[in-house]
T-cell receptor, first 116, second 112 residues
């Protein structure tokens, strides 16, 4: 149980384009999902907390207009990197917390984004 | 803000040896989690601890939630090559906020 999937697993795009990443909790419902960014050899950096049916809460320094988050259902959250630039290249990871165990996060496999 | 100090930063051990790593916090956590991350993958939950003093095992892995609620350790017994990876501790203060604070990770290398 507690399986989280992400799609795509990797993406290469041109500068200026937008990229959407999907995060799905496959076997449980999640009122809360989290989006992280990870740079090489570093720990995970929380970008935003996504709540089903409401606006996401962004961490300080994360541009909400650049990283659009939508949590339309209890099993799906999406992160859209708008007008991507090379500095947005990174490893993006989502996590999901079951409603009955919200203090425990299960992570997706991550999405490697490369912006040329 | 909350900070987690995880040590050691890296370890090189011989296959079959036991491993110990720990995390300490400047503030109290209500939940401690231990994850393992392999290259190009997301972190995988190894052990979750919810009560102070709790000692939990998962195969060759054992983790404890410190009594002060400001620390936790993870032990791996009889290490094998597939134990290689980066181990992260994470803590949650709970009380309506389920964000995790992460340690910086312990990179484990196992020499066959």
């Amino acid at each position: 149980g507690a399986v989280v999937s992400q799609h795509p697993s990797w993406v290469i795009c041109k500068s200026g384009t937008s990229v959407k990443i999907e995060c799905r909790s496959l076997d449980f419902q999640a009122t809360t999902m989290f989006w992280y960014r990870q740079f090489p050899k570093q720990s995970l950096m929380l970008m935003a907390t996504s709540n089903e049916g409401s606006k996401a809460t962004y961490e300080q320094g994360v541009e909400k207009d650049k990283f659009l988050i939508n949590h339309a259902s209890l099993t799906l959250s999406t992160l859209t990197v708008t007008s991507a630039h090379p500095e947005d290249s990174s490893f993006y990871i989502c996590s999901s917390a079951p409603g009955h165990q919200q203090e425990t996060q299960y992570f997706g496999p991550g999405t490697r984004l490369l912006v040329l | 803000g909350q900070q987690l100090n995880q040590s050691p930063q890296s370890m090189f051990i011989q296959e079959g040896e036991d491993v110990s790593m720990n995390c300490t916090s400047s503030s109290i956590f209500n939940t401690w989690l231990w994850y393992k991350q392999e290259p190009g993958e997301g972190p995988v939950l190894l052990i979750a601890l919810y009560k102070a003093g709790e000692l939990t095992s998962n195969g060759r892995l054992t983790a404890q939630f410190g009594i002060t609620r400001k620390d936790s350790f993870l032990n791996i017994s009889a290490s094998i090559p597939s134990d290689v990876g980066i181990y992260f501790c994470a803590g949650s203060a709970g009380a309506g906020s389920y964000q995790l604070t992460f340690g910086k990770g312990t990179k484990l290398s196992v020499i066959p």
